[in-house]
C-alpha cells in the first residue's frame, strides 16, 4: 500500500527555513556578502582568506608557547587565528561579543576542536574550562562567548566542558588606576575554584582572544595554588599578532 503523505515535516521546516532565508538573509559576518541556506556564518571566500596561525602544524614552540614561558607552566597551548585591528578575526570575535551570535562561538570552537584533535599533547584532555565572565556582563550578552567556543570544541573532542570549575567574583574596580602589580593581583582576586572530580588531570581552558596573557595567567596561577596535580593547557579562538 502506498503511503500517501502530501509533505513531510522535516519538508515543512525545510520550507519554512528558506522562506524564512529568502526575507531575512543571512550575511557573511565578514563581507556582509548573502549566504545559502546550508552555508555557515562566514562565506566560502572569507573562509579561504581567514588568517590562520597553523599553529598546528608547528614542531617549534610557538609564539603563544613563547608568551608564557617563565610564567606558568602549562601542558600545550593553541590560538587558532592572529588578531589584528580591521581583519577578519576581530569582525569575528566582535560578532561573537557585541552581535548576540553565540552559534558563531560554537562553529569556531568545533573548528578549533578539529584543529587540535589529533594533537597528542591535547588527547589526554579530560575536562574543558571556558574563562568565565562576569555574571553581570553574561545577563547584558546573554551568554559567555568562551562558554560557546567550549561548547564547539567539546562537540569535536567528545570531552565535556564545565563552567562551574572556576567562577568569576567580584566586579573588577577600574584597572587603569592601578600599577602593574596591584593589577595582576586584582585579576587573580576575580576568580574562585570550585572542587571538580579527582578523576580530572588535565583540563583545557578556553579563552576567546589571548594579548598579554595576564588574565588567563592570573587564572592557570589560582588553579595550581589549589589544584598543582592538575595539568593545563589552554586554547583560543585569537592572539594578537
Ligand atoms: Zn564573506
Known sequence: ???KRFFGLKNWLNFIQSFNHLLF???CLICQDELSVSSTSVCSICSGELLFTHFEKYTEPTDLDKLFWGRVQLTST???LFFEKGKS????LHALKYQSRPAVGIEFGKMIGEKIKDNELFSSVDLIVPVPIHPKKKFVRGYNQSEQLAIGISKALLVPTTN???EK???TES???????ARWDNVARNFTIQQINSKIKHILIVDDVITTG????ALVRSIQEKKPELRISIVSLAITK
Open 1 to 3: 500500500m502506498a503511503e
Open 25 to 27: 538573509p543571512e550575511t
Open 78 to 80: 593553541f590560538a587558532m
Open 89 to 92: 578575526t576581530q569582525k569575528i
Open 164 to 166: 562551574h570549575f572556576i
Open 169 to 171: 567574583i567580584n566586579h
Open 175 to 181: 584597572q587603569t588606576k592601578k600599577g602593574r602589580f
Open 214 to 217: 595576564a588574565t588567563l595567567e
